[in-house]
């Protein structure tokens, strides 16, 4: 554990605090600041980062300068500043604040598996004979995240958008994600592209888990899908954890301005499917994450062009404008915790309060924010990360 200034931060537990607020950071920054702390009687070069902190992998020297502003802006720093991060110029960077090194012994209670440094990536077969690629990483209780419209197992992983909440999720439980069927390492070519196909993708998976039990996280429409199987399956879902969930897709919303919107979608999406410098793209992106910064907009039009085919994508957002599993809410028995976004873009608030109100005892929370795809380090991350883990351990 390192102190300095007011900050204390915790390698073990990876928890950055000032006072009693936590301070939430991508991983790598978090790794980054690490490693400058520990290597604090010297100058660190880009190559000492590279080695340290990305396993050799070569990383733009924007994205390096943008972890280092980062990390600056997490302790109170900036470039200008340099009070705690010091650039020396054409050598690398130096942590030149006074730190207090405290070696504690944890208890027995505070001891949490070590998180697997790689996760496995496997297959199974989907009723129907598709592959779908499956990814599990971390110990504990299985948790098990729903497929969502676009997904990768590996580049999500390392991803500015997702890899904060997966790595975190995988501290403190046995994740296991999968790519739905025409996406990621899943099966491309694929004849049924169907919401019925999503969720066999999902069955096919937690059987090949291979355990009686697991909580789940839906997010966007991976929550419909959620819903569906454990309203099918109520002995086999533990906990249901739902973000920016809906249970009717624009078409099934009984608004002309909906089917606008998903008619709206459907054309950006053919006109700048992963092209980062398209207008439509950047459109498209801005609905999903008005609040993105410009690493995390190219993190979506790569995505994009990684995850799935335009075709694909379209068919898979065509079946999402369609979803409607309103009347199976009634079913879902267990224990259920509902996060929505106030300004979300892409699925209205109200869709959530209507799952909140029709799930018995589902606990309704609202994030302020304005993105479908929560960002570490929005005013809103903090309080989403501990309602997700007082929900777990209750």
């Not at 999500?156 to 909440?165: H, R, T």
């Not at 998903?262 to 092209?275: I, K």
């Not at 309103?326 to 028995?333: A, H, I, K, W, Y």
Request: net charge neutral.
């Amino acid at each position: 554990m390192f102190l300095f200034e007011s900050y204390c931060l915790d390698p073990g537990r990876r928890e950055l605090r000032s006072a009693d607020r936590m301070i939430a950071l991508e991983p790598q920054v978090f790794d980054l600041l690490v490693y400058l702390i520990r290597h604090r009687d010297r100058v660190v070069s880009k190559d000492d980062l590279l080695a340290g902190v990305w396993n050799g992998r070569i990383v733009s020297d924007s994205t390096l300068d943008s972890r280092i502003n980062a990390a600056r802006k997490a302790i109170g720093d900036s470039g200008q500043r340099q009070q705690l991060i010091r650039t020396v110029i054409r050598r690398g960077f130096r942590f030149v604040a006074p730190v207090q090194e405290i070696v504690e012994r944890p208890t027995d209670a505070e001891v949490r598996p070590a998180v697997a440094s790689k996760q496995e990536v496997s297959f199974c077969r989907s009723s129907d004979g598709v592959s779908i690629a499956c990814a599990s990483v971390g110990a504990g209780a299985p948790l098990v995240k729903a497929a969502n419209w676009l997904t990768h197992v590996e580049y999500d992983w390392d991803s500015p958008a997702w890899s904060p909440l997966l790595h975190w999720l995988a501290e403190r439980r046995r994740l296991i994600r999968y790519d739905g069927r025409g996406t990621g390492l899943s099966d491309r070519t694929v004849a049924d592209i169907s919401f019925a196909g999503f969720v066999r993708d999902f069955g096919a998976v937690v059987d090949a888990i291979n355990v009686d039990r697991f909580a789940v996280l839906g997010i966007s429409n991976g929550a419909s899908v959620a819903i569906d199987y454990a309203a099918r399956h109520p002995e086999r879902v533990s906990k249901l954890i739902l973000l920016g969930a809906y249970v009717q897709g624009r078409n099934r919303r009984g608004s002309p301005t909906e089917k606008e919107k998903a008619a709206t979608f459907l054309s950006m999406l053919r006109h700048g499917w992963g092209d980062e410098n398209s207008v439509f793209m950047r459109a498209f992106a801005s609905v999903f994450i008005p609040s993105g910064s410009p690493e995390q907009i190219k993190w979506f039009a790569d995505l994009q062009r990684i995850t799935a085919s335009a075709e694909n994508a379209e068919r898979i957002r065509r079946v999402c404008d369609d979803i409607d599993v309103l009347s199976v809410l009634s079913r879902v028995r267990m224990p259920t915790l509902v996060l929505h976004c106030r300004q979300d873009g892409v699925v209205p608030l109200e869709q959530g309060r209507m799952i909140a109100a029709a799930i018995p005892d589902a606990r309704f929370v609202t994030l302020e924010s304005d993105n479908h795809v929560l960002l570490a380090g929005e005013p809103a991350w903090p309080r989403f990360l501990q309602e997700i883990e007082s929900f777990l351990h209750t």
